[in-house]
C-alpha cells in the first residue's frame, strides 16, 4: 500500500459549511475553533471526538473545547426526571464528555485545560451581560421567544426519541423549562471570542440551527458578533 494512501486512511476528514460569507472568513484564518459536545448525543462517542479533535488540531493555531452546563439537567427535567437525578446525570455525561476530550487533546498536543462548560462563566461579566440581552429578547420578543422555543421543542423530541420515550404531548411548560439550554448556549453562538478573550473563534457543530440561521438572516435584534464563526462540520467516511 503507497504511503500516500496510508496517509489518507490515517488522517480524519471532515466537510465544512460555514454559515455565512463572514464565517467562511473567520474559518479560513484559521485561529481559532470552539467545538460544541453535546451531551447524550451518541455521535460524541470517545472515537469520534478523538478524530474531530485531531482534525483540529491540525487545521486550527488554536482549539478550545465547550460541554454544557448545569442547564443540561433541564432538558431531561422537561421529560420527567427528578432534578436530583437529572444534575447526577448531567454531571456523569459532562465528566465523561471531558475525559474524552482531554484525552485527544493531550494525544494530539493540544491544551487540555483548554475545555469548558456554560455554567464555568455564569459570574464572568461579558457572558452575563450577553446572557441577560438574549433572556430580554426572549422575554420581549415573540418571534425569538417562539425561534428558541422552537429549538427546545427540536431537543425534547432528539432526547425522548433517543430513550425510546414516547412522548404525545409536548407541553408549553416542557418547552420553557427545556429553553434555558438554549438561551445558556446563545452566548457562544453570538460573541464566545469576548467570552474567552480571544480575537476570533469558529463555533463547530455537526448541523446546522435554524435559529442560527434566523440570527444570521438578522431576523431578531440578537446578532452574531463579527469576530464569530459558525460552521457545521461532517465527517467524510
Known amino acids: 500500500m503507497s504511503q500516500i494512501l496510508l496517509e489518507k ?5 471532515f466537510a465544512i459549511e460555514p454559515l455565512s460569507q463572514n464565517c467562511q472568513r473567520i474559518f479560513e484564518r484559521r485561529n481559532h475553533i470552539l467545538i460544541g459536545i453535546s451531551p447524550f448525543n451518541s455521535r460524541f462517542s470517545e472515537e469520534y471526538i478523538y478524530r474531530l479533535i485531531e482534525w483540529s488540531i491540525k487545521e486550527f493555531k488554536d482549539v478550545s473545547v465547550l ?3 448545569n442547564e443540561a439537567a433541564n432538558l431531561l427535567e422537561a421529560l420527567g426526571t427528578s432534578r436530583v437525578k437529572a444534575e447526577r446525570k448531567v454531571r456523569k455525561e459532562v465528566n465523561r ?3 474524552f476530550a482531554e484525552r485527544a487533546l493531550k494525544a494530539h ?9 456554560f455554567s464555568d462563566f455564569l459570574t464572568q461579566p461579558v457572558y452575563c451581560d450577553m446572557r441577560t440581552k438574549i433572556e430580554e429578547s426572549f422575554l420581549h420578543q415573540p418571534n425569538f421567544q417562539n425561534a428558541c422555543l422552537e429549538m427546545s421543542h ?3 423530541v432528539g432526547r425522548a426519541s433517543g430513550t425510546n420515550m414516547d412522548i404525545s404531548v409536548i407541553t408549553s411548560e416542557m418547552l420553557h423549562n427545556a429553553v434555558q439550554y438554549v438561551l445558556a448556549e446563545l452566548p457562544f453562538f453570538i460573541g464566545a471570542p469576548n467570552i474567552l478573550g480571544i480575537q476570533e473563534t469558529v463555533l463547530a457543530y455537526h ?3 435554524k435559529l442560527g440561521e434566523q440570527i444570521k438572516d438578522e431576523q431578531f ?10 460552521i457545521t462540520v461532517d465527517e467524510i467516511h
Open 9 to 13: 486512511i490515517a488522517k480524519p476528514l
Open 97 to 99: 464528555n471531558r475525559r
Open 154 to 156: 427540536t431537543a425534547i
Open 109 to 117: 498536543g493540544g491544551n487540555p485545560e483548554a475545555i469548558y462548560t
Open 207 to 209: 448541523k446546522p440551527w
Open 221 to 230: 435584534s440578537i446578532r452574531m458578533q463579527q469576530n464569530q464563526g459558525y
Open 67 to 69: 460541554l454544557a452546563g
